[in-house]
């Protein structure tokens, strides 16, 4: 008995391939480029203080003797060329293909981490300052250009899990460099060693992706017929890539409600989550009393349960997509709400805890940066679902515009608290932070979609919707480019 035509379509559309395949080694591969991206970006944060430590007895390197304000400038020297960059990265990547953008990108700047001790020796903070916004620049492209690879190698069914794991390393990274710089600059190799050793992973990166990684599945010379087909599938297409010479359409982007929500969620993450980051060890130790940044366990510890729970919150999707009943659109906005509306109640309590209470203070800071990891499982992986082709673009503006707000959060902090020992300031500071997070959740919510956009293939936006017809003779099952079937009604031979 022949089986019938819509669990054909069905049967199709789940089509699994390997459990463990070449997909894996991509996002593997991506969770390593973040570690490493992120590890080359903090690396600074810990070494500077060696690197100005004027009482060390430690004759064998040198010590510089630069003020709070000159320190403050070379940390955020590297946002200054992150910023530029990621319209642009996410551009190339979309049109030429991630590999050899990330590859360039990530070995320059393993190059530049391993002069870092020359360019301050030879020029002191200026060079380094130059220098660090060329790593920057460098840098911009690697969120967009991730989000280009895993929009070509993540099914539809696994983009929240692969992309979780991918976006895990960044806290990885960051875990691994507060964890062991220290032991490194106190080690023979002394502050200097912090910089040649991140920089050296850098090159063991470059040298495994080059030989391991593709743009996309129909580039991977071994990936496997079945996986290939899989993942194509359920992508429902087979090659999408828009023509190198397609124009990116721009005004339909800009004018989405689905984007525009997606751009305002991103920036007011971004707002609650580097206030918390920037400002919370000033509050901890003026407030609280406990200087955060003299243990590494406590700066460690919010990026750590952050990583844990990506893996918590991929553990609980897996549950979540085996229930039939729950919808795409509902995971994401589900999750997100998670990783948003619960560090908002947190950040209203934190502002209400004493001194007595310094140790619930830690908690709640801990878990309001930690619980965010639902956010990977919400509107960050949104860019993807809305626009495969464009993903690395999408990524590229709401990465940049919440790049901004990254450095407009602390000066709104500057300019609420006056006074570091006021507790009423910092409250003030963290129902701002609150309001951002329930107002962008919200919009997010009511505008935010997860069916593939018109504008996804304007070129062929009718032979994309209308890619597999079952049965010409009788009322024919449709699978368009977002994988949804739908049944079409011919009449008179038309469809």
């Given at each position: 008995?022949?089986?019938?035509?819509?669990?054909?379509?069905?049967?199709?559309?789940?089509?699994?391939?390997?459990?463990?395949?070449?997909?894996?080694?991509?996002?593997?591969?991506?969770?390593?480029?973040?570690?490493?991206?992120?590890?080359?970006?903090?690396?600074?944060?810990?070494?500077?203080?060696?690197?100005?430590?004027?009482?060390?007895?430690?004759?064998?390197?040198?010590?510089?003797?630069?003020?709070?304000?000159?320190?403050?400038?070379?940390?955020?020297?590297?946002?200054?060329?992150?910023?530029?960059?990621?319209?642009?990265?996410?551009?190339?990547?979309?049109?030429?293909?991630a590999?050899?953008?990330?590859?360039?990108?990530?070995?320059?700047?393993?190059?530049?981490?391993?002069?870092?001790?020359?360019?301050?020796?030879?020029?002191?903070?200026?060079?380094l300052?130059?220098?660090?916004?060329?790593?920057?620049l460098?840098?911009?492209?690697?969120?967009?250009?991730?989000?280009?690879?895993?929009?070509?190698?993540?099914?539809?069914?696994?983009?929240?899990?692969?992309?979780?794991?991918?976006?895990?390393?960044?806290?990885?990274?960051?875990?691994?460099?507060?964890?062991?710089?220290?032991?490194?600059?106190?080690?023979?190799?002394?502050?200097?060693?912090?910089?040649?050793?991140?920089?050296?992973?850098?090159?063991?990166?470059?040298?495994?992706?080059?030989?391991?990684?593709?743009?996309?599945?129909?580039?991977?010379?071994?990936?496997?017929?079945?996986?290939?087909?899989?993942?194509?599938?359920?992508?429902?297409?087979?090659?999408?890539?828009?023509?190198?010479?397609?124009?990116?359409?721009?005004?339909?982007?800009?004018?989405?409600?689905?984007?525009?929500?997606?751009?305002?969620?991103?920036?007011?993450?971004?707002?609650?989550?580097?206030?918390?980051?920037?400002?919370?060890?000033?509050?901890?130790?003026?407030?609280?009393?406990?200087?955060?940044?003299?243990?590494?366990?406590l700066?460690s510890?919010?990026?750590?349960?952050?990583?844990?729970?990506?893996?918590?919150?991929?553990?609980?999707?897996?549950?979540?997509?085996?229930?039939?009943?729950?919808?795409?659109?509902?995971?994401?906005?589900?999750?997100?709400?998670?990783?948003h509306?619960?560090?908002?109640?947190?950040?209203?309590?934190?502002?209400?805890?004493t001194?007595?209470?310094?140790?619930?203070?830690?908690?709640?800071?801990?878990?309001?940066?930690?619980?965010?990891?639902?956010?990977?499982?919400?509107?960050?992986?949104?860019?993807?679902?809305?626009?495969?082709?464009?993903a690395?673009?999408?990524?590229g503006?709401?990465?940049?515009?919440?790049?901004?707000?990254?450095?407009?959060?602390?000066?709104?902090?500057?300019m609420?608290?006056?006074?570091?020992?006021?507790?009423?300031?910092?409250?003030?500071?963290?129902?701002?932070?609150?309001?951002?997070?329930?107002?962008?959740n919200?919009?997010?919510?009511?505008?935010?979609?997860?069916?593939?956009?018109?504008?996804?293939?304007?070129e062929d936006?009718?032979?994309?919707r209308?890619?597999?017809?079952?049965?010409?003779?009788?009322?024919?099952?449709?699978?368009?480019?977002?994988?949804?079937?739908?049944?079409?009604?011919?009449?008179?031979g038309?469809?």
């Amino acid at each position: 008995m022949s089986q019938p035509k819509a669990n054909l379509v069905k049967n199709r559309r789940f089509d699994e391939g390997p459990l463990i395949g070449s997909r894996h080694v991509q996002c593997f591969l991506c969770f390593c480029c973040l570690s490493l991206c992120y590890a080359l970006r903090v690396n600074l944060s810990v070494a500077i203080v060696a690197m100005t430590d004027t009482n060390s007895t430690d004759s064998d390197f040198v010590t510089y003797e630069w003020d709070t304000s000159t320190r403050s400038f070379l940390l955020s020297s590297f946002f200054w060329g992150y910023i530029v960059t990621q319209i642009p990265g996410g551009h190339i990547a979309q049109k030429y293909g991630a590999k050899t953008l990330l590859l360039i990108g990530v070995t320059l700047c393993s190059v530049l981490t391993i002069l870092t001790p020359l360019a301050a020796d030879i020029g002191g903070w200026q060079l380094l300052f130059a220098l660090r916004v060329i790593q920057g620049l460098l840098q911009g492209s690697v969120h967009p250009a991730t989000h280009a690879m895993l929009a070509k190698w993540s099914p539809v069914e696994e983009r929240g899990t692969l992309g979780t794991f991918c976006y895990s390393g960044s806290q990885f990274g960051t875990v691994v460099m507060l964890a062991v710089s220290g032991y490194i600059a106190d080690s023979a190799l002394g502050w200097p060693g912090i910089f040649y050793i991140s920089g050296a992973m850098g090159f063991v990166w470059a040298i495994c992706w080059f030989f391991f990684a593709a743009s996309t599945p129909a580039e991977h010379k071994s990936i496997s017929p079945e996986e290939k087909k899989m993942i194509e599938n359920s992508l429902g297409q087979v090659d999408s890539t828009p023509k190198v010479n397609a124009p990116t359409p721009w005004v339909k982007i800009f004018t989405s409600p689905p984007f525009i929500s997606l751009i305002v969620v991103h920036c007011t993450h971004m707002w609650g989550f580097w206030t918390l980051l920037t400002q919370i060890p000033s509050y901890m130790k003026d407030i609280m009393g406990i200087d955060i940044k003299s243990s590494a366990l406590l700066s460690s510890l919010p990026y750590a349960v952050m990583l844990v729970l990506s893996f918590f919150f991929i553990y609980l999707s897996k549950l979540l997509s085996k229930k039939q009943s729950i919808s795409l659109s509902f995971s994401r906005k589900f999750f997100n709400s998670i990783g948003h509306w619960i560090p908002m109640i947190s950040l209203i309590a934190l502002g209400y805890v004493t001194k007595e209470h310094a140790t619930l203070a830690v908690v709640l800071l801990t878990l309001t940066v930690g619980i965010s990891a639902a956010t990977y499982l919400g509107f960050q992986v949104n860019h993807i679902d809305l626009s495969p082709n464009y993903a690395g673009t999408l990524m590229g503006i709401t990465n940049g515009s919440a790049n901004v707000m990254s450095a407009l959060a602390p000066l709104c902090v500057g300019m609420v608290v006056t006074d570091g020992t006021n507790v009423n300031e910092w409250r003030m500071v963290f129902f701002i932070a609150a309001g951002f997070y329930f107002f962008g959740n919200l919009l997010f919510v009511i505008l935010g979609k997860t069916n593939v956009q018109s504008w996804n293939s304007p070129e062929d936006a009718l032979a994309k919707r209308l890619s597999i017809i079952i049965d010409p003779e009788t009322p024919a099952l449709l699978l368009n480019g977002g994988g949804e079937v739908k049944p079409v009604i011919k009449e008179n031979g038309n469809q």
